[in-house]
Every structure is written in C-alpha cells, then in structure tokens.
C-alpha cells in the first residue's frame, strides 16, 4: 500500500520509478491483512507522524475514492464505554482527537447510544463520524495503474537481497524467482512492511542502535453468521487498552455488510498466517460485551493480519519512523520503519511525505 502510493506519486515528477515486489501480487501481507478501515486520527499522541498523516490521510483517501470509484462508505464509528470506569476514558479521547484536528467528534449518552445503534451494549459512547471503510485492494491497484501509466515499472517475484552504496548511487541487488540481478539508483525508497528493518540492515544501518527493529504482532479475525449482519450500521470499538498494543478487538464491516471482530494482539518471533479456533472462546466474551445479540456459534475464524511494531511487548506505542538517512552517511536512502495502523489512511499523505523527500535529493 505505502510503496503503492508513493510510488504514484513519485512518478508524477517525471521520475524513473521501479516498485520491487518480492511477492506474485501486489498487497499480500500486511497491505491486505487488517480492518480496512478509513480512521479520523484519535489514537496518536499530538503531533506524532501517526495524528498528522492519518488525520490530513482522511480526508485525502476519501477524494481519492471519489474521485477513482473506489469502493468505500462513510459508515463513522462508535467507541463504547461498557461500564461507567471506561467514561473517563471516552473523554480523553474526544480531547486527544480534537488536539489531533478531529473535529468531528461527539460523545453520546446512553440513550443517544441506543438510538444509533440499539443493539449495541453500553453505558456511553465516543461517535467519530469521518471514520469508514474501503477496499484496499482496488486502491492499491489505482495507485500502481497511476504510476504505470506514469513510466514506472512494476516488478514481481523478486526480492531485494542487498543494498551497497557505491559513490553517488546505490547497488541493489535483487532475486527474481532464483535468477540474481543487480541495478543502480540515486534513492532507495524501503517501504518493505514487515522487512523494513532487513532492508535498512542491508544498507549498513546498525537497526537495533537506531530504534528500527521490528517486532511481529499476529492478529486473528472472526467473521459473524450472516443472519446477524444487518443488525448495526456503525464501527464498534472498546475503549483501547492503556498501552495501545492495539485498539482492542473491535467490530467492523466489510463493503457487502458482514461484521468481522478482530484483530487480537500477540507478538510472535516469525511471520505465521496460521488461525484456528482455539481463541474463539476469548474472541467471543470480549465481542459479547458490545455486541449482546452474538451466540456463541455465530463467529468462526477467518484470517490473521501480522503489524510490523516498532514496540517491544508491553511498551507504549511508538510513531512512524520516515527518514532520510543523510546523517548516517547515506544521502538517498529514505526509510519507512514500523508503517502499522493507521498506515492505510495515511498513505496518500505518506506519499506527499516522501515525494517532497525526493525533490530535495534530485
């Protein structure tokens, strides 16, 4: 998604633009791996990259699909307190999203709760109206149309396997499907995922002294029985926990209106798209506790998405990291380190991001 972007941006500038994909398709992991959702920005510490890319993002992703027939629907959001300690929580949200620029904001009683959405358990709730959905997968294949259309080249099934600066270029040495070839460049752009931190070792960055390492962490979704699918029009999300690990499972739709739950959080040492029932019991009380119309047998599991988390476990949340690495003695070298959630709706202002980079560097 973020290479996607930038890469149609970038080109826009009558740049020679190469995407390197190691994968068959575009979007196969993380890009196509999550909620799909459009955020406003409420999460993210002020003035953290996270609040201003999401929040400028938002408003950019939704032009876009507009303007390019993207699948997408504004359906907003509700985060809801389930018991009056949660209360407290809701109104440091509203401020937090109102200092990000979201000013859409709205905190709900419980009867204003129940008249949105009466099947929705709650005490209180946070309404974020410019929050929604989209499909990822026709954006992304807007955003490499664009830049194909531009010049750029895209290229699949090969894997970047070395980075060497050599003078005013770099050296980048890549696997297509066992065959090794090797090219050169004035910028490298990483925007890798889950293999950013690799990349940027490649080219002689010490990732751990740096802060770039990156920790995997897994999380499963579970689909709900279509005979419960009509019964809200809104997001629903809990009160996020302390140390934002995640926002906590929450409920979601999809375009055709069937509600997923997820994702959960837990950090793992390898890439593992393996999902079972075995969580299925916890999936089903935390969803219980908004969703009191669930049985037990409506949900099943569906996939698992893997978030490339610059914090270890138990650590608060860290920002983006987009960088140019200059002072490393790596002039052309930009990397983008820990691109998670809200990545998706910042990407459009990520690519504004970089593309001013690159102009500065050519």
Not at 211 to 218: D, E, I, P, S, V
Not at 321 to 337: A, K, V
Request: hydrophobic share 40%; aromatic share 8%.
């Amino acid at each position: 998604m973020i290479g996607a972007a930038i890469a149609a941006k970038v080109a826009q500038e009558s740049r020679q633009v190469y995407v390197i994909e190691k994968n068959e398709s575009f979007g196969m992991e993380t890009s196509s791996r999550n909620s799909q959702v459009i955020h406003a920005g409420l999460y993210y510490p002020e003035n953290s990259l996270k609040a201003k890319t999401c929040v400028e993002g938002n408003k950019l992703l939704y032009d876009l699909c507009r303007r390019f027939a993207i699948g997408h629907r504004n359906t907003g959001k509700i985060i809801v307190a389930v018991d009056s300690f949660e209360c407290d929580a809701l109104e440091d949200l509203l401020n937090k999203g109102r200092k990000n620029g979201v000013e859409d904001l709205r905190l709900l009683s419980r009867r204003e709760l129940q008249s949105l959405e009466p099947n929705i358990a709650g005490v209180a709730a946070l309404l974020s109206p410019s929050t929604g959905i989209l499909n990822v997968h026709e954006l992304i294949k807007m955003f490499l149309n664009q830049a194909k259309e531009l010049g750029a080249q895209v290229v699949y099934k090969s894997e970047v396997t070395g980075v060497e600066k050599d003078n005013a270029l770099y050296q980048i040495e890549v696997d297509s499907s066992g065959e090794k070839f090797l090219f050169e460049t004035r910028v490298v752009i990483n925007s890798a995922g889950l293999h950013a931190d690799e990349v940027a070792r490649m080219a002689g960055i010490d990732i751990a002294g740096a802060g770039y390492t990156l920790y995997y962490c897994k999380g499963e979704y579970y689909s709900v029985s279509w005979g419960k699918s009509r019964l809200i029009d809104r997001l629903v999300y809990p009160v996020p926990p302390a140390k934002l690990t995640g926002v906590g499972v929450h409920v979601t739709l999809d375009l055709d209106g069937r509600i997923r739950l997820g994702p959960s959080a837990q950090y793992i040492d390898e890439i593992d798209y393996h999902i079972d029932d075995s969580n299925k019991r916890q999936f089903y009380a935390e969803a219980k506790k908004l969703l009191p119309f669930l049985d037990y047998d409506d949900i099943e599991p569906e996939m698992v998405g893997i978030r490339p988390k610059l914090q270890k476990p138990g650590e608060g949340q860290k920002d983006f990291i987009i960088r140019h690495e200059t002072d490393r003695g790596l002039p052309g070298l930009i990397n983008l380190i820990g691109i998670e959630s809200p990545g998706i709706t910042a990407s459009p202002a990520i690519a504004d991001i970089v593309s001013d980079m690159v102009k500065q560097i050519l």
